[in-house]
């Protein structure tokens, strides 16, 4: 099911056929580049069934401009998609193979991972390394969303997906408005409805209230998980008063996605 969700969200992506590349990458290539540690290298040959280089955005395969400034040059956009073995579906797993697939790339990437029952696309900035020269780091948290075939809001959020709907300004504008697609998709899970912002505020507003809500859900976690051990009413009541408190605060915020 999900290879078809794959391609679903490649057609979605409405590129354009001067980008496409459509080859295979050997993961020889991700563990010579990106895996920092015996670990990370085993886990990129394990975890992997095969690595698809979708396409490759750039001034001359898309007609939009670069973008650099002191910390940031945005030549290309690579898209992704990698095929992920049954064996290794955990979430950390997931989580640890999009970061080392993200660093083995030097440009910025849209990875699709497609797993037994889901899609797990990431992005994440990128911006020159302080202390090697001629080096890329990721430039904080990668930003995902995880979909399966069918879930609420895949029509709309396919429909903001395409290239044509993103800036066009720049590459990295562009990249920021699949970026905002993948927000929007997290906070539809706590919404229950897809919206995409309309201006850049709009979106940045909608990231923070995102973290919000998750900070705020694994504090609630956190306290039932308390409250179902705790055996001292007096101690009982004082968690049940700090949940409630955070759960009108997550329903404050969820208003704001």
Same mark, same amino acid.
């Not at 029952?117 to 930003?143: C, F, I, P, S």
């Given at each position: 099911?999900?290879?078809?969700?794959?391609?679903?969200?490649?057609?979605?992506?409405?590129?354009?056929?001067?980008? %496409?590349?459509?080859?295979?990458?050997?993961?020889?290539?991700?563990?010579?580049?990106?895996?920092?540690?015996?670990?990370?290298?085993?886990?990129?040959?394990?975890?992997?069934?095969?690595?698809?280089?979708?396409?490759?955005?750039?001034?001359?395969?898309?007609?939009?401009? /670069?973008?650099?400034?002191?910390? %940031?040059?945005?030549?290309?956009?690579?898209?992704?998609?990698?095929?992920?073995?049954?064996?290794?579906?955990?979430?950390?797993?997931? %989580?640890?193979?999009?970061?080392?697939?993200?660093?083995?790339?030097?440009?910025?990437?849209?990875?699709?991972?497609?797993?037994?029952?889901?899609?797990?696309?990431?992005?994440?900035?990128?911006?020159?390394?302080?202390?090697?020269?001629?080096?890329?780091?990721?430039?904080?948290?990668?930003?995902?969303?995880?979909?399966?075939?069918?879930?609420?809001?895949?029509?709309?959020?396919?429909?903001?997906?395409?290239?044509?709907?993103?800036?066009?300004?720049?590459?990295?504008?562009?990249?920021?408005?699949?970026?905002?697609?993948?927000?929007?998709?997290?906070?539809?899970?706590?919404?229950?409805?897809?919206?995409?912002?309309?201006?850049?505020?709009?979106?940045?507003?909608?990231?923070?209230?995102?973290?919000?809500?998750? %900070?705020?859900?694994?504090?609630?976690?956190?306290?039932?998980?308390?409250?179902?051990?705790?055996?001292?009413?007096?101690?009982?009541?004082?968690?049940?008063?700090?949940?409630?408190?955070?759960?009108?605060?997550?329903?404050?915020?969820? /208003?704001?996605?």
């Amino acid at each position: 099911m999900s290879a078809a969700l794959v391609q679903t969200l490649i057609t979605a992506l409405a590129l354009p056929a001067s980008c %496409r590349v459509d080859q295979r990458i050997p993961k020889k290539l991700l563990t010579e580049n990106g895996a920092p540690t015996a670990t990370d290298k085993r886990l990129l040959t394990d975890a992997i069934e095969e690595v698809q280089w979708v396409a490759a955005l750039k001034p001359s395969t898309v007609a939009v401009p /670069e973008y650099r400034d002191e910390t %940031r040059e945005y030549l290309e956009i690579a898209v992704l998609a990698v095929e992920v073995r049954d064996t290794h579906g955990k979430p950390a797993q997931v %989580r640890r193979l999009a970061e080392l697939v993200h660093r083995a790339i030097p440009y910025p990437v849209l990875l699709l991972q497609a797993l037994p029952e889901r899609v797990v696309l990431t992005a994440g900035h990128k911006r020159a390394a302080q202390n090697e020269a001629g080096k890329v780091v990721l430039d904080g948290e990668l930003t995902a969303a995880e979909m399966t075939d069918g879930a609420d809001a895949v029509g709309a959020f396919l429909q903001a997906f395409s290239m044509s709907r993103q800036s066009q300004g720049n590459l990295l504008a562009l990249y920021q408005g699949w970026m905002d697609c993948l927000t929007a998709w997290q906070a539809a899970q706590y919404s229950g409805a897809f919206s995409l912002k309309a201006t850049p505020e709009q979106a940045a507003a909608q990231r923070e209230a995102l973290q919000t809500c998750q %900070r705020l859900e694994a504090e609630v976690t956190r306290l039932r998980a308390l409250a179902a051990k705790e055996r001292q009413m007096a101690k009982q009541i004082e968690l049940n008063l700090a949940l409630k408190r955070l759960n009108a605060e997550l329903a404050s915020a969820r /208003e704001q996605l």
